[in-house]
C-alpha cells in the first residue's frame, strides 16, 4: 500500500499540478512553453518507474497471501483506484506532449 500512495502522491502533487498549468494555456501558446513540457516529460518519466515499482509490490502482496484478507483487499482497492489516477494522467500527459499523436487517433476514431 506504500508503493501506491508514494505513486498517488506522485501524481497528484508533481505531474498533476503541472499537467493543469499546461491545459490551461491556449494550445497555440504551448508550443511556446518548452521548458514546461520538458519538465511535464521528466516528472513522466519519474511517474512511470513509479508505476513500475507500484505494479511490482501488487504482485509481490498477491503471491504468498502475507497479510491479513482486510489489509489485503484494501490495498487492491486502493492498487486499482491509483491505476486508474494514472490511465487518466497518462492521457492528458499524452495530450500534451504529443498533441499530433492525440489528432491522429482522433480522426481516425472519426471515420470508422
Known sequence: MLRAHAEATWLTNRVLPVVRELERQPAHTRRHAGTTL??????????????????????????????????????????????????STAARVRRLIDPRAHLARARRGRSR
Open 38 to 87: 520538458a519538465y511535464l516529460e521528466v516528472l513522466w518519466i519519474e511517474a512511470c518507474g513509479r508505476a513500475a515499482e507500484t505494479d511490482a509490490a501488487r504482485i509481490e502482496l498477491d503471491t504468498p497471501r502475507r497479510s491479513p484478507d482486510a489489509l489485503h483487499e484494501r490495498a487492491r482497492r486502493y492498487h486499482a483506484a491509483v491505476r486508474r489516477t494514472r490511465a
